[in-house]
């Protein structure tokens, strides 16, 4: 019943078989298994409440130079976009960031000092995919909803700095990775 599904995909021709069963035999690709079952879902949700959903094949990991591959797979996409009917979105270069901060439970839009140079090219990426996707059309509105979201991760940060100081079992190990993710924390021992 969503509004948008998003399919990630690197960008690999294992991938896109997914999206399409691709045979050298075959002179157009077909739908594979879960373009059909997508279908029968969309045409569900519409069936119920008239809507149709956005459905979105996000191209994710990208290398920042443009490859042959990367080029083929651009080719193909265009060609079956059509086809199985879903729209295209640029997704995530493939960034040391993303998985540093994964690691540490953090995204980039978290406010991390120190790591600002690595962050700000990376959050921009994810601000432009969200523009892309159509979560936020216009651009008052973009800053205003950034800003919730911001204030909406302070506030988790400061709940975890509530739960953290109300506990006194917490083990020193895991008092120590909390008083790195958030500076100044206080351990619960």
Not at 14 to 24: F, P, R
Not at 68 to 79: E, F
Not at 81 to 102: I, K, N, W
């Amino acid at each position: 019943m969503a509004d948008t599904l998003i399919t990630p995909i690197n960008d690999s021709l294992v991938d896109l078989d997914v999206l399409v069963a691709i045979e050298q035999s075959d002179l157009e690709p077909r739908p594979s298994v879960y373009a059909k079952m997508v279908w029968r879902a969309l045409e569900a949700r519409r069936k119920v409440n008239g809507r149709t959903t956005d459905w979105i094949v996000v191209r994710n990991r990208l290398e920042s130079v443009e490859s042959s591959n990367q080029h083929q797979i651009t080719q193909v996409l265009d060609v079956i976009e059509r086809t199985v009917g879903f729209r295209v979105a640029r997704g995530l270069l493939e960034r040391p960031v993303y998985r540093e901060f994964f690691a540490a439970g953090l995204t980039v839009l978290d406010p991390i000092e120190g790591f600002e140079s690595a962050a700000v090219p990376a959050r921009l990426e994810v601000q432009s995919l969200i523009r892309e996707i159509g979560l936020i059309d216009e651009a008052d509105l973009e800053d205003k909803a950034f800003y919730e979201i911001e204030l909406e991760i302070a506030q988790a940060i400061a709940k975890t700095y509530d739960v953290v100081t109300d506990k006194e079992d917490l083990s020193e190990e895991t008092n120590k990775r909390a008083a790195t993710l958030v500076p100044d924390l206080p351990t619960g021992s």
